[in-house]
């Protein structure tokens, strides 16, 4: 059964999507079968597979939106699953995903779609990682519940420890009401130069509140990561041997490592 872990973080532009697309890239060279869901309207993790959310028949929107209406009819997972684009699987999203926060605020017990959705391909994958957007809406709600671990990229200034914070409520309150299995993997700290005292300050601080063992590797600052998805590629197979490679594929041992693998 696959290890699904929700990347989330309130803060917009923490490295969720970053993180998602390449440590997917990091376990599947880990020879792990691995599927990235992008539950976020943006669509980043989708274009930054080179893939165009506009030329898309079918997204994660057609599923849950196909799933609201009646749960019993046939998912068309099989068929919106892109193969063979990277080394990992990957759902993709389109804009129109906006519209089901709409559409499920009609309708209640709507917090598990995803999870059912998922419980089609859990055998098929040894991870699953779900790229959530930054606000904290229903899809967020059922990227929460549809996961076994938590997984917080962070970039380390100082406003970054409120947004830390308040995932830490949301991981108690989901705990309590929606998914006791919801565990947290770690922190990642993203974009680090630890040659600043307010990076190394604050990954001090993450080590003081949650311990080493939720202290993940970081991930330093390196351009190449940020100019890789503009090629629709992952930081493996745009610049394999810089920095930020190296920091991805510590970080995919450090998970394989932690989920029991
Ligand atoms: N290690 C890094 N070095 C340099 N730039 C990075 C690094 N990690 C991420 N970035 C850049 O930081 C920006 C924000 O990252 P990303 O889009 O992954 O954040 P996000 O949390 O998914 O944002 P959102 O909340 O909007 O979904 C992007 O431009 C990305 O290329
Ligand atoms: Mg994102």
Redesign the pocket.
């Given at each position: 059964m696959a290890a699904t872990i929700v990347l989330a973080?309130r803060k917009?532009?923490?490295?969720?999507?970053?993180?998602t697309i390449n440590l997917a890239d990091g376990l599947a060279r880990q020879g792990k079968r691995v599927l990235v869901v992008d539950a976020?309207s943006?669509a980043?993790s989708t274009i930054s597979c080179g893939i165009m959310p506009y030329q898309l028949a079918v997204s994660i929107y057609e599923l849950l939106h196909i799933r609201m209406a009646d749960p019993e009819a046939d998912s068309e997972i099989a068929t919106t699953i892109i193969r063979g684009k990277q080394r990992f699987d990957l759902i993709p999203s389109k804009p129109d995903l906006s519209a089901l926060e709409i559409e499920l605020a009609d309708i209640s017990n709507c917090q598990s779609l995803l999870r059912d959705l998922l419980l089609e391909v859990e055998n098929i994958y040894d991870y699953i990682l779900i790229d959530l957007?930054?606000s904290l809406g229903l899809i967020t709600v059922n990227g929460l519940v549809a996961a076994n671990w938590l997984l917080i990229?962070i970039e380390p200034t100082f406003l970054s420890m409120d947004g830390l914070a308040q995932m830490t409520n949301i991981l108690y309150k989901v705990n309590a009401e929606l998914n006791p299995e919801l565990r947290l993997m770690g922190i990642v700290p993203?974009?680090c130069d630890m040659r600043t005292n307010l990076a190394r300050n604050v990954v001090e601080e993450i080590r003081q509140n949650f311990g080493d063992d939720r202290l993940l590797p970081a991930?330093?600052?390196?351009?190449k990561?940020?100019e890789a998805?503009s090629f629709g590629k992952t930081i493996f197979e745009y610049a394999a041997n810089c920095r930020?490679a190296s920091d991805y594929m510590q970080l995919a041992q450090s998970i394989i490592a932690r989920s029991g693998d």
């Open positions: 973080n917009g532009g923490s490295g969720k999507t970053t993180t976020d943006q980043q957007p930054p990229p993203i974009k991930v330093r600052n390196d351009i990561i940020a998805p930020g």
